[in-house]
């Protein structure tokens, strides 16, 4: 319902919403606005049975009760927080939608298609969800019924055409005993990738719908678009950007018309039309069907006459299911579930893998009636289970399809090979004497610059002879000073240091602030003959050309390596080390193997992480000659709040985050709002704010959608305040209006033009022949692209998520809600000034709380063994089928569990207490001195060797549990269930890693 809410209004959520009354009559009013009644669905595993529900009914339906006698279902629900319905939304293509509007005989069989899809999505969360039973909800009860409304929408909120249905389905659900309850909504949000695939594969192979469209001249492309209409979609998108810019500004203007009042819907509704009438003939109020699809069609017709034209037949000439390469498809499907693994460690589950044999049977070119393809499907999944996965939990039964126990092969193997390169690799060194560095930092360095212990180390290390070294840095602690330093000692020794980022945009900041030869990754291992593409299942890999091999891409002949050759004793620093994917790392791990070189990585694994799979620097990390990490924060005016900021980038615990976050508001680093579009409108005024005084604001948001949002507000604010004119406009991505003046940020590295990925820059001149940037650091850098690369790779930049902004440095930073613990992070440490944290709550204690959950992070995954106990950990919070049993069987080893615990916990308090007096000394003074320790390492070491004796005691009651009683279900149920949640977080951990004097570890 919150989603539903969000869509039908201004982007409010319901936990935004004081009193619940009021999120149930907004839901009605939104489900009820345009008809006197909605479709009711009833599904059991025997029939669908449609229904009716008025307002009154939809009311007491939505708030869970019986809508003909109001009589609750089950438990009631208090909790402002609690969901009342999931909304799973079935869009098709956009110009599905401009197909039905240009040949309204499409309708009927449209229709139909998508009464196929709902009925499907019904029949499969029928049979595939479940409501929870027992202590802690771990015994899984499958459901009798469930009941879902319908409703059906004919344009987006920006009144372009977007035909889409909504599907409410109602928390309240029946269970096979008869019970009503709550649907386990944790399996329903993993089971939606396969209801998303089945709606994909339906409006792509469905035989009724394909030969309609062919029947008035219509097919779809490759990407599952009308192919004669694809290209309209984005100068149509390109108006829908400037009504959502529209209607923000005509909702701004009631809000403050109208303070401290919500609209309604027929006031929204209102704004909607006011909106889509800006810069179109007539009033809104005028506006009807027949209006509304005669000014598309003229739209449609100024943009392309040809389209509104009669078509002849298209030929139809669909792929045999005999003709289906299977083991192609079996590899393509594992690709995709591998793809969409990059967050949760490589791990997937058997819903992932069914979803991507869909998706792959969706772009195989088949038309086929889906009760055909059911045979293909599970077979196809079978052999993905069988031949091309690692299963963590083999030894387990029964294990829930929505539990991530899964990874690829070609993955794990990736992880297997990384570990043994990086141990091949780590040949014993030494580090350059601290005594060395500090001279030549004297030497080089500006007066007032100088190196704290933790730099020096480091520097030392990079210009040592370790093979492999790892610096870990949080932001902000002087990792660039100190590279400067040790590329003079490497080149006063003969060697060379070339450094390399993940983005050609850091590489390039970096290799000018350092002084040395630098580059993208990327383009240092294509130097030396490496190459990097998709292979027929869409999997990248790497390949190499040796010398005299003829490129297959260019047909030239690889020569060897010609800008950045590479020799024994030279140092490759890998900045931004945390960005490097695993399958990258495991080729610059052979290339430096080859070469003799040593690799230095340097950044923090606990901010943005890759595109691809993770874990890279970690895994060097516990291999690497020498390890460093640096806790003297250096770039913030205010010392305390670099102190700070170390504790917010990884909090020891749920309670930790939770002082965190409260220290964060008591010192001003906390806005709290009440609703989404409060949030949006804060960073825009801040904004306007700084831009007014000259200063540099970074704006951090959880999507893109959300930046692209802020920015559209941004732009006509400026609009509004003469900054920027309409007098030249050029065409961004997706149809997005740039001027000179805006912030905007190049999205792809182009050699021509000399533009890099990422970069930012300012709009200073719009011509024929193309667009002008000058570069927000350095007015005088300036770039020219054309207009097709403008069309394609430029947008605007005023907000951005935390892989726009992560290596940036400015005045000041806002982080919008929503984001994840690396965005929260990443984003509190951009400002050099102010640091500020937009968050929603009912109240600060709320949005305090809000924050404190948006800290914790789930631990990284580097190893195998890291992957099964994840999937061990996930296993043991999922309901699973009941097993008879007896709990008192368990409940002395549970007993002796939760002591070794509580010594374990005691302990670990008293551990953070002393990191903690070390860290705030240490960011105070910037720099460690032997005898400014708070607290003897003595103490330290004993506390230690306490924390290790309860783990070793913990593990070993564990083991004892499972010889002793456990069948599966008790098995990963009670122990996992009773103490895995913290086991997880604070005991399986790798071996604590410690800089050499004994600082902070990891």
Not at 735 to 759: F, I, K
Not at 895 to 923: F, G, K, M, P, S
Not at 972 to 985: G, L
């Amino acid at each position: 319902m919150g989603q539903a809410v969000a869509y039908a209004f201004d982007g409010t959520c319901d936990a935004a919403v004081q009193r619940r009354g009021e999120a149930v009559k907004r839901a009605v009013s939104y489900g009820t606005a345009e008809a006197a009644v909605v479709p009711r669905f009833t599904v059991t595993s025997a029939a669908i049975e449609e229904g009716a529900l008025d307002a009154t009914g939809l009311a007491r339906w939505v708030d869970g009760a019986d809508p003909l006698t109001g009589e609750p279902r089950g438990r009631e629900l208090t909790s402002p927080d609690a969901d009342l319905l999931l909304d799973g939304t079935m869009n098709m293509p956009k110009s599905f939608s401009l197909a039905v509007l240009v040949t309204p005989e499409l309708r009927a069989e449209f229709d139909a298609l998508q009464d196929r899809i709902r009925d499907r999505t019904l029949r499969l969360w029928q049979r595939e969800l479940n409501a929870r039973r027992g202590a802690g909800g771990l015994i899984r009860e499958p459901i009798a019924r469930l009941e879902v409304v319908e409703l059906q929408h004919e344009r987006s909120r920006a009144l372009d055409p977007h035909i889409h249905r909504h599907l409410w389905l109602s928390v309240k659900v029946l269970g096979e005993d008869g019970k009503w309850s709550n649907v386990d909504s944790r399996v329903a949000m993993k089971l939606h990738t396969v209801v998303n695939a089945e709606g994909d594969l339906a409006s792509r192979t469905d035989p009724s719908w394909v030969a309609a469209l062919a029947a008035h001249g219509f097919t779809l492309d490759a990407d599952g678009e009308v192919a004669e209409l694809a290209h309209l979609v984005r100068p149509l998108s390109r108006r829908s950007n400037q009504i959502e810019a529209n209607r923000a500004i005509c909702l701004a203007g009631w809000r403050q018309t109208h303070p401290g009042q919500q609209p309604d819907h027929a006031t929204l509704a209102w704004i909607d039309r006011l909106a889509w009438a800006q810069g179109r003939p007539g009033k809104p109020d005028d506006m009807d069907e027949a209006v509304w699809a005669s000014e598309v069609r003229d739209e449609i017709a100024a943009l392309d006459k040809s389209a509104l034209r009669p078509r002849h037949p298209a030929s139809m000439a669909p792929r045999l299911l005999a003709d289906l390469d299977r083991d192609l498809l079996t590899a393509t499907a594992i690709a995709d579930a591998d793809r969409r693994a990059a967050g949760s460690g490589g791990r997937f589950s058997q819903f992932d893998v069914r979803a991507g044999v869909i998706r792959a049977l969706a772009a195989s070119g088949i038309v086929v009636e889906r009760a055909v393809l059911e045979e293909v499907v599970e077979d196809l999944t079978g052999r993905a289970l069988r031949e091309q996965t690692v299963d963590f939990l083999d030894d387990e039964t029964a294990v829930p399809a929505h539990v991530k126990h899964l990874m690829s092969l070609p993955t794990a193997q990736a992880k297997l090979d990384l570990a043994a390169r990086f141990d091949q690799l780590n040949t014993p060194g030494d580090d350059i004497p601290a005594e060395v560095i500090t001279r030549v930092a004297a030497d080089q360095l500006e007066e007032d610059t100088t190196l704290d212990l933790g730099q020096v180390q480091a520097a030392g290390a990079i210009a040592g002879t370790n093979r492999l070294v790892t610096v870990t840095g949080p932001a902000g602690t002087g990792k660039t000073t100190l590279l400067r330093v040790a590329r003079t000692v490497l080149e006063t020794r003969g060697r060379r240091m070339v450094v390399v980022a993940p983005t050609r945009k850091a590489a390039t900041v970096a290799g000018r602030e350092i002084g040395a030869a630098a580059s993208s990754l990327h383009a240092l291992l294509v130097d030396h003959g490496y190459r990097f593409e998709a292979d027929p299942a869409g999997r990248n890999v790497w390949t190499r050309l040796r010398v005299g091999d003829t490129d297959p891409r260019t047909g030239v002949t690889f020569r060897g390596p010609r800008r950045l050759p590479l020799g024994a004793g030279d140092r490759i620093v890998v900045d931004e080390a945390g960005m490097v994917d695993l399958h990258t790392a495991n080729v610059l791990a052979e290339l430096a193997d080859r070469t003799g070189a040593g690799i230095a990585m340097i950044g923090d694994h606990l901010q943005a992480l890759p595109v691809g799979h993770s874990g890279a620097m970690a895994s060097m990390q516990r291999r690497s000659g020498s390890t460093v990490e640096l806790t003297a924060v250096h770039r913030f005016r205010d010392a305390a709040y670099g102190a700070l900021t170390l504790r917010l980038r990884e909090p020891a615990d749920r309670a930790d985050a939770r002082t965190i976050a409260d220290e964060l508001a008591v010192s001003g680093h906390v806005e709290v709002v009440a609703t989404e579009y409060e949030a949006k409108e804060q960073m825009v005024a801040a904004y306007l704010r700084h831009d007014s005084s000259g200063q540099r604001v970074a704006l951090v948001t959880a999507t893109n959608a959300e930046a692209q949002q802020i920015n559209d507000r941004i732009q006509h604010e400026r609009l509004d305040h003469g900054q920027l004119t309409l007098d030249r406009v050029a065409l961004g991505q997706h149809g997005q209006r740039l001027l000179v003046g805006d912030v905007v940020q190049t999205r792809r590295n182009d050699t021509e033009s000399g533009v890099d990925n990422r970069a930012i820059w300012t709009v200073t001149g719009i011509e024929r022949d193309g667009i002008q940037l000058a570069s927000v650091t350095d007015s005088g850098d300036i770039r020219t692209v054309d207009h097709d690369y403008a069309a394609e790779h430029l947008h605007l930049a005023y907000a951005s998520t935390v892989h726009g902004i992560q290596g940036e440095t400015v005045h000041s930073s806002y982080v919008g809600p929503g984001v994840d613990a690396a965005g929260l992070y990443v984003g509190m440490t951009r400002g050099r000034h102010t640091n500020t944290a937009i968050t929603i709550g009912r109240d600060t204690d709320h949005a305090i709380d809000q924050l404190a959950d948006t800290m914790m992070r789930g631990r990284l995954e580097v190893t195998l063994d890291d992957a099964r106990r994840a999937s061990l950990s996930e296993l043991g919070r999922a309901a699973r089928a009941h097993a008879p049993g007896s709990n008192d069987s368990v409940r002395g080893v549970l007993d002796r569990l939760e002591t070794a615990r509580a010594v374990e916990r005691a302990a670990r308090a008293r551990l953070r207490e002393i990191d903690r007096d070390i860290t705030r000394a240490e960011a105070v003074s910037h720099a460690r001195t032997i005898g400014h320790r708070p607290t003897s390492t003595t103490e330290r070491a004993a506390i230690q060797i306490r924390i290790e004796g309860a783990r070793d005691e913990i593990a070993a009651l564990l083991q004892e549990h499972r010889e002793r009683f456990v069948t599966p279900l008790h098995n990963s149920h009670q122990v996992a269930s009773a103490a895995d949640q913290e086991f997880q977080a604070e005991s399986l951990v790798a071996p604590p890693v410690r800089d050499s004097s004994g600082g902070l570890s990891i």
